[in-house]
């Protein structure tokens, strides 16, 4: 999967090359799906969602360009993986999910596997988790039509938002914290789920 999937197609962290390789990405995924833990495709999870392709979550970590002990904020828990994945890099990680049985689900399955830099918690992914802010990454892995401004706000000084946006197209964006305001960086057309709102 890390050969032929990722590296082939110019993700060239070494660390990120290494936790791709480390975390089970069979354990993240439904017990009818495992035979297709590692292709290079997205899988349901249940409730509408899915596990993001190897490929996507790699590159999305590699522009997060995070390292031991960066405060990192995921929203959209999903199945934990993309947690996972952060938290091998050494990066202490914030996760939320606002599907609870996602949740439950992903704080089980991390816990089960030991990643105890995981913390995670069922809410609305468009207020992110202001009393942990400021993150000096933060990865979304659900699509809003915009950039939802609580996020980034929690963004540390020189921090990095990555983020889907849009609805019938949509484009990986990266949003970094500089001196002058925040920087804009578009990488690549994708297609992720939508990014749900919480009940007002």
Do not use: C, N
């Amino acid at each position: 999967m890390v050969a032929e999937q990722i590296a082939a197609r110019g993700v060239r962290s070494a660390a990120v090359l290494a936790a791709m390789s480390k975390v089970p990405r069979h354990e993240f995924v439904p017990v009818r799906w495992r035979d297709e833990a590692y292709a290079d495709h997205p899988l349901p999870i249940g409730e509408g969602q899915t596990i993001s392709q190897p490929y996507i979550v790699a590159l999305m970590t590699e522009l997060a360009a995070v390292g031991p002990g960066a405060r990192v904020l995921e929203v959209g828990t999903g199945s934990g993986y993309q947690a996972a994945v952060l938290a091998t890099l050494g990066a202490e990680v914030w996760s939320i999910e606002i599907v609870e049985s996602l949740a439950r689900s992903a704080q089980s399955t991390l816990a089960r596997l030991g990643y105890d830099r995981v913390r995670t918690r069922t809410g609305d992914g468009y207020q992110g988790w202001p009393e942990a802010a400021p993150f000096e990454a933060i990865v979304v892995t659900a699509a809003p039509p915009e950039v939802p401004a609580a996020l980034l706000a929690q963004l540390a000084p020189g921090g990095r938002l990555v983020i889907p946006v849009g609805s019938a197209e949509q484009e990986l964006q990266v949003h970094e914290r500089t001196a002058d305001g925040v920087r804009v960086r578009r990488v690549t057309p994708v297609r992720f789920v939508p990014m749900v709102r919480g009940r007002p």
